[in-house]
Antibody, heavy 120, light 110 residues
Framework: EVQLVESGGGLVEPGGSLRLSCAAS????????MNWVRQAPGKGLEWVSS????????YYSDSVKGRFTISRDNAKSSLYLQMNSLRAEDTAVYYC?????????????WGQGTLVTVSS | QSVLTQPPSASGTPGQRVTISCSGS????????VNWFQQLPGTAPKLLIY???RRPSGVPDRFSGSKSGTSASLAITGLRSDDEADYYC???????????FGGGTKLTVL
């Protein structure tokens, strides 16, 4: 059974930093691209970033480019999101999601999410 | 404002058929597969339809997807009260090199 468990969320002041982690199990982590998706309170889903299995391809949404960095440790089956220069509008539940095993893009498994609150 | 456009709400009575539309452009829906997600209140999103019209294991055949040109739609037949949820379409955008989600449609079962 695929399991994705996010951690690292919490309350941080504007301008601060936070590092999210996603521990993966139940599948061969090295075979899959991974994504971060966020959801602000009461709002819809917003794609944040993706990283290919070998880290060759990394993409970011315009809203986080230059402030967030996605990375992975295949030896630890873990995905990360380093978030710097945080703003109030970054407040959201952050989900880790596994991409389907295909050249096409879909997200077939999701974690339960971790809440990030940016406030003074 | 989402690049993929969905109606904010939809409704139906038990047993009815409901459709939810998703409109995009040539760089996203027009050239890539469409996916649909269901998000029940207080839970993480769940993949409902992938590759335009394929259902993951465990998803009832009451749910179906279709795509034509730069638009897609999700159909739900035999509507049930536990289908009440938010539904999102999604696709990759080749121009933005980014994943895109629709704004979401809140389905109410009357």
């Amino acid at each position: 059974e695929v399991q994705l468990v996010e951690s690292g969320g919490g309350l941080v002041e504007p301008g601060g930093s936070l590092r999210l982690s996603c521990a993966a199990s139940g599948f061969t982590f090295t075979d899959y691209s991974m994504n971060w998706v966020r959801q602000a309170p009461g709002k819809g889903l917003e794609w944040v970033s993706s990283i290919s299995s070998s880290t060759t391809y990394i993409y970011y949404s315009d809203s986080v480019k230059g402030r967030f960095t996605i990375s992975r440790d295949n030896a630890k089956s873990s995905l990360y999101l380093q978030m710097n220069s945080l703003r109030a509008e970054d407040t959201a539940v952050y989900y880790c999601a596994k991409r389907g095993y295909s050249s096409e893009w879909w997200l077939d498994d999701w974690g339960q999410g971790t809440l990030v609150t940016v406030s003074s | 404002q989402s690049v993929l456009t969905q109606p904010p709400s939809a409704s139906g009575t038990p047993g009815q058929r409901v459709t939810i539309s998703c409109s995009g452009s040539s760089s996203n829906i027009g050239s890539n597969v469409v996916n649909w997600f269901q998000q029940l209140p207080g839970t993480a999103p769940k993949l409902l339809i992938y590759y335009n019209n394929r259902r993951p294991s465990g998803v009832p055949d009451r749910f179906s997807g279709s795509k034509s040109g730069t638009s897609a739609s999700l159909a739900i037949t035999g509507l049930r009260s536990d289908d009440e949820a938010d539904y999102y379409c999604a696709a990759w955008d080749d121009s933005l090199n980014a994943g895109l989600f629709g704004g979401g449609t809140k389905l109410t079962v009357l």
